[in-house]
């Protein structure tokens, strides 16, 4: 017998092993589980790597540039999570913290958050010297050529003279030649027929470019990658073809983004061995990071992370980048008091995190100025115990001393939201005028200061920028670049560009000195940038011709003239009031000195003479002769139409913009406006082409306050046809447009209604705006508003465009292309329309004069076919709606109106048809929808009735009244009930038309009563005999 203790032990010990198997069995099967989801995550990803052919070299040969080339590496995908696969080298980071401490420390010396004022470093290298560095690291590809080229002699000797002048051009070299030179350089290379790939990478680019022949260049490119794969030409060869691919394709594919990322990292790979060019390598890698969105950033670092490699310094910078931009994106320029808990946390630990990476990467590469310019942001949330932002500013400028970004970047740290001063910035100015770098951007970036404070700071209000002190900061500008080009007569100074000129001129306008800004603009000798001189629709062109008019002892005069011609004339005018401005017209003419100046009165001669016909009560025809007179058009790609004065035609090519034109007159309602509009894309996106009525002088607390901008307009969502099988770049021609119009509901707000896809082509947009009241015909939809309150018209009249690409990059050739044609303008009456109060006798007769006086006026029809409708005169809206749609087949909604009178008069099947057309394209017409449905279920003939459509449109028609919160009337109750009698629910049926026989007038009522009795014997309803 064992002893209570020896019991004990043996329990103890068999629960222990017990307990022990327990624990192996559950590590074992845990162990099992996490290998058969690696087992079933690797097998995933080699499934989507075959139906993607990364791997098959086959699908690659037919698909070069839609299929990634992994060389002889592994084939893997880019949906990690960098995150989680940059924890080994966030650790590295991290217990380097104190070597980076001492670092950062050391380089700041005694100038340790000192103040901005520091004299600036002028012994670093600059732009200038980096570009120079820059050339010679692309010339490398030119050395290639020269030693690896197949080419015969002829054509090498051809081909080496365009590649030279190739990459002067790119890197943007001074006296690199024009894009037309450039272009006859590589026709020729084409004629000699070379066969070299890399030469033909760049020349095809070039030609499309000037083409926009995307077929011709991606055969081309097709031809080059397997023959650049199998040459010893640099990678970075591949990076600039794959890279033109994803320029040239609007509609890109995730294989071309991945076939582009792939050779970035074969390439960093191949540069991570040398140490020569390593700051070029950074560079040029910055400006892809920049050019694409953050899909492409988390997969580019997906694959850094993966590569063994790839230099260290460039994982930790790029993963650094993308955790502080990941946390000012989220923080979205809020201040933190406006942030809850988890946004700030979101921010304070990316932002940690990001700036562990970064100061690494500096530790690794401490002459590297891209992880400094990115810590400033990272110091100005106040993440850096021992940095300023002032303190890596210095960093970085004492590594490139005219480093743009960090300039700007600092700034930041002088506005009083982030703790700094206004007097701050005077220092800093007063700094960067004291480094006499006229050869550099630094003294033409107070310039930048003064106008980014005027704007954001100042509101543009001259008092403030008078008490900052801008007039003697730009004394000192203009005496300091003075005597600098003084000194160095054969130098061009840096800000002698059309950006600079006009941005000193438009300044200099800004605070009162005209003929400081004439000077500035005289020395541009023409080439200004009208971009900054129509900065939010500014009427650039026209002041400028302004400023020269009005110089010397006629400015005065030529003020108080334009004043009194630019203001807003009251609609009764008379025309004799012009007549002393014509007078005075015809005397300061006669002072216009030079050709600006007398582009100033021709422009307001023609103004006089839009006025002149206004007030008579004539079309006034806005035409575009001699390029625009009496407009201000915004300097986009202007064509102008040599045999129609009255056209013009705009073409953008970016990603994203504007285009608008101005009428220089300001017209006041009531008022009649007409302009024919067409557009046309070439890329997938969206587009929106209208007319608007804004205040552009209005602060942002008066446009909310007081007048709406008032807004007509088309909107086209261009886009290519569904495909099943993987998505293939895709031609224009292959595009479809669905429109969407605008117009304005009784708030004044945005009203949109989508409506077929319209034929090709010109399409008139006539709008008629009163001060309670607007009616609009956009292409093919007419519409009425009447506003609840009287309209406080807007001061200014603006035709726009706006144009957006699907694709994530910009796109280079690809072109949306709008025109505007026919452009007239009259006053009319000021008698209001008739209102909702008035006898409905009157409103029928006002609105019959209106289509027998103007049998085109489409809103006048559209709302006597109403008043038709209302009032039961199915006869009369036959006939109306007959002859409109007659006249004008693209008004479908008119069809409507046609199917709901021969509803009433008993021609169903007629009516059917008419009405399931109505309803393709205004499927939430409540009596369309509710009359087709009874037609279903009530009529005698049996192919037209269909219970289950009859039920389905009926249920639709009720959901929508409810979605629109629109009462059902009688008919549409009395419907209901009929749907439902014919689909065996009589129950349904009885409610719905009890609600039919209780909101009915007393001639309908008898009738809906003796349905009831039907519905009470399970019996459906038909339509009388003979109906």
Not at 696 to 703: G, L, P, R, T, V
């Amino acid at each position: 017998m064992f002893s209570l203790l020896q019991n004990t032990l043996v329990r103890f010990t068999l629960l222990f092993l017990i307990l022990l198997a327990l624990l192996a069995a559950f590590v074992f099967t845990k162990d099992k589980e996490a290998r058969q989801r690696e087992a079933d995550k690797e097998y995933k990803i080699a499934a989507e790597i075959r139906r993607l052919g990364y791997g098959d070299s086959k699908r690659r040969a037919e698909k070069p540039l839609d299929i990634p080339d992994y060389g002889n590496g592994p084939v893997y995908l880019f949906n990690g999570d960098y995150l989680e696969l940059s924890q080994d080298i966030y650790q590295v980071a991290r217990k380097a913290r104190e070597k980076t401490k001492e670092l950062k420390l050391d380089q700041a010396g005694k100038t340790l958050n000192q103040p901005i004022d520091l004299p600036l470093s002028e012994n670093s290298s600059t732009v200038r010297d980096f570009n120079e560095k820059y050339l010679q690291f692309r010339l490398q590809e030119l050395e290639a050529y020269r030693e690896l080229t197949t080419d015969k002699e002829a054509v090498k000797e051809a081909g080496e003279k365009f590649l030279h002048a190739y990459l002067f051009k790119v890197t943007g070299q001074p006296d690199s030649l024009s894009d037309a030179e450039l272009l006859q350089l590589a026709n020729q290379v084409i004629e000699l027929d070379s066969k070299d790939p890399l030469l033909r990478t760049y020349v095809a680019y070039i030609l499309y470019q000037a083409t926009g022949d995307t077929a011709a260049a991606e055969a081309m490119w097709i031809d080059c990658i397997e023959k650049l794969r199998k040459s010893q030409y640099p990678p970075i060869v591949q990076v600039y073809l794959r890279m033109f691919v994803v320029d040239c394709r609007p509609y890109g594919g995730e294989g071309q983004r991945h076939a582009l990322i792939v050779s970035i990292l074969r390439w960093l790979e191949a540069e991570s061995e040398t140490e020569q060019w390593h700051d070029c390598v950074h560079f040029k890698l910055a400006g892809i990071w920049d050019q694409n969105d953050f899909l492409f950033h988390n997969e580019l670092l997906v694959g850094c992370l993966k590569s063994k490699k790839i230099d260290p310094f460039i994982k930790h910078w790029l993963v650094g980048v993308r955790l502080v931009e990941r946390a000012w994106d989220g923080r979205g320029g809020r201040l933190t008091k406006d942030m809850n808990w988890g946004e700030v946390d979101f921010f304070e630990k990316n932002l940690s995190m990001g700036k562990v990476h970064l100061e690494y990467a500096y530790l690794l590469r401490p002459n590297s100025l891209y992880p400094a310019y990115k810590l400033i942001s990272v110091a100005l949330a106040g993440q850096d115990r021992e940095y300023e932002p002032v303190d890596w500013f210095r960093r970085c400028v004492e590594k490139r001393f005219d480093h743009y970004p960090s300039y700007y970047s600092v700034m930041s740290s002088m506005l009083p939201r982030w703790g700094g001063s206004l007097g701050q910035f005077r220092s800093f100015a007063q700094k960067c005028l004291d480094s006499n770098r006229f050869d550099t951007v630094v003294p033409y970036f107070v310039v930048d200061m003064l106008q980014y404070l005027n704007r954001r700071e100042f509101n543009q209000d001259r008092k403030q920028l008078e008490s900052f002190g801008a007039d003697s900061i730009m004394d000192e500008f203009l005496a300091r670049r003075a005597k600098y080009r003084a000194a160095h007569p054969d130098e061009k100074l840096y800000g002698d560009t059309a950006y600079y000129r006009t941005r000193i001129g438009l300044f200099l306008e800004q605070i009162g000195r005209p003929q400081d800004a004439i000077a500035e603009y005289k020395a541009a000798e023409g080439d200004l940038d009208f971009s900054q001189l129509q900065y939010k629709h500014r009427l650039g062109k026209f002041l400028l011709y302004r400023l020269f008019a009005a110089q010397g002892e006629v400015h005065d005069r030529v003020m108080q003239f334009d004043q009194e011609l630019r203001k807003q004339w009251p609609a009764n005018t008379n025309v004799s009031e012009l007549e002393p401005l014509e007078k005075e017209w015809q005397a300061l003419k006669l002072t216009a000195k030079d050709d600006l100046a007398r582009h100033y009165y021709s422009h307001t001669g023609e103004m006089l003479r839009q006025l002149k016909a206004y007030f008579q009560g004539d079309w006034v025809e806005l035409s575009f002769r001699e390029k625009g007179l009496g407009w201000e058009i915004s300097s986009d790609q202007i064509d102008w139409s040599e045999q129609d004065q009255n056209m013009l035609i705009c073409r953008e090519t970016i990603q994203s913009k504007s285009s608008w034109a101005r009428p220089l007159i300001n017209f006041e309602a009531p008022l009649q406006i007409q302009a024919h509009v067409e557009q046309m894309a070439s890329y997938a996106g969206k587009t929106e082409i209208g007319i608007r009525w804004t205040d552009f002088n209005a602060n942002d607390d008066e446009k909310t306050e007081k007048k709406p901008d008032l807004y007509v307009g088309i909107r086209g969502s261009w886009s290519y046809p569904e495909a099943k099988t993987p998505i293939e770049f895709r031609t224009s021609e292959e595009l479809h447009c669905g429109f969407r119009v605008y117009s304005l509901n009784q708030k004044m707000e945005q009203n949109a209604q989508s409506i077929r896809i319209m034929n090709p082509g010109m399409h008139l947009i006539d709008w008629k705006m009163r001060q309670r009241s607007s009616e609009v015909t956009l292409g093919n939809y007419p519409d009425f508003v009447r506003f609840n309150e009287v309209l406080q018209q807007p001061f200014h009249l603006i035709f726009s465009s706006d144009s957006k690409s699907k694709s994530s990059r910009l796109p280079c050739t690809s072109e949306y292309v709008w025109k505007l044609k026919n452009v007239r303008i009259r006053r009319l009456s000021a008698d209001d329309l008739p209102t909702e109060e008035t006898l409905i006798e009157e409103r029928i007769a006002y609105w019959e004069k209106r289509v027998e006086t103007d049998p085109e006026d489409a809103v006048a029809r559209f709302k006597l076919c109403e008043l038709y409708w209302d009032q039961g005169l199915a006869d009369q809206l036959l006939l109306l709606s007959n002859e409109t749609l007659t006249k004008w087949p693209e008004l479908e909604k008119f069809q409507q109106f046609q199917g709901l009178a021969l509803y009433k008069l008993g021609r169903y099947r007629e009516a059917l048809v008419a009405l399931e057309l109505a309803m393709k394209e205004y499927r939430e017409n409540f009596d369309v929808i509710m009359a087709a449905a009874e037609i279903k279920a009530a009529s005698n003939d049996a192919e037209l009735r269909d219970k289950k459509s009859s039920l389905e449109l009926a249920e639709f028609g009720k959901r929508c009244s409810s979605n629109y919160q629109v009462d059902f009337k009688a008919t549409h109750w009395a419907a209901l009930a009929v749907a439902y009698a014919e689909n065996d629910n009589y129950e349904e049926a009885l409610k719905a038309n009890q609600e039919a026989i209780t909101l009915a007038s007393a001639n309908l009522k008898t009738e809906l009563q003796d349905r009831q009795k039907l519905y009470e014997a399970a019996t459906p309803y038909r339509y009388p005999a003979g109906e």
